[in-house]
């Protein structure tokens, strides 16, 4: 099997329910996996961990202490930006396109 027939496979993979059904029987699902299951979990490792990367720097974000107007407006600006790459990695992982009609 080619690289890009085994990514299109793994594309195919519902994720979530082959994660349910490993760790329903993890000695009986786990070696029964195929390449492109293995190929998709990783994937879905790999972008929920981005996710949680950028939650944690939201939650920053939303921590920092305002002084003045100043810090207000970098305050507001980092809420918003990290918000809106946390929407849009949400989508993605989602398989639903952003606001702008993009996937």
Sequence with gaps: MSTK?????????DVIDLAGAIIAN????APMTSTA????LAHAVE???AVAL???VL?????LTVAGPDETAV???AIRAQTETIL???????????NDGQA
């Design 37 to 40: 299951g293995i190929v998709a």
């Design 26 to 29: 993890p000695s009986w699902r």
């Design 5 to 13: 027939d085994l990514i299109e496979a793994a594309d195919a993979v």
């Design 88 to 98: 849009t990695m949400m989508n993605a992982l989602r398989r639903e396109e952003n």
């Design 47 to 49: 972008a929920f961990w």
């Design 75 to 77: 305050r507001d600006h």
């Design 59 to 63: 939650a920053r974000a939303l921590a």
């Design 54 to 56: 950028e939650a944690e």
